[in-house]
């Protein structure tokens, strides 16, 4: 993904996506989807 608006980015995206849209590491994009207090939509089968 290139520097194109979050519109036309997918509405569900993995770790590398997300990644190069906040343009931050990989890892770092996993320690946020892990992360207790990202819920950008919620979860399904977690009670955190």
Do not use: H
């Not at 980015?9 to 343009?23: I, N, S, T, Y």
């Not at 819920?39 to 009670?47: D, E, L, T």
């Amino acid at each position: 993904m290139s520097r194109e608006p979050f519109e036309t980015m997918p509405d569900v995206m993995d770790a590398k996506q997300l990644a190069q849209a906040l343009q931050i590491s990989k890892a770092g994009a996993y320690n946020l989807l892990i992360a207790r207090t990202f819920r950008p939509c919620g979860s399904v089968g977690a009670n955190w």
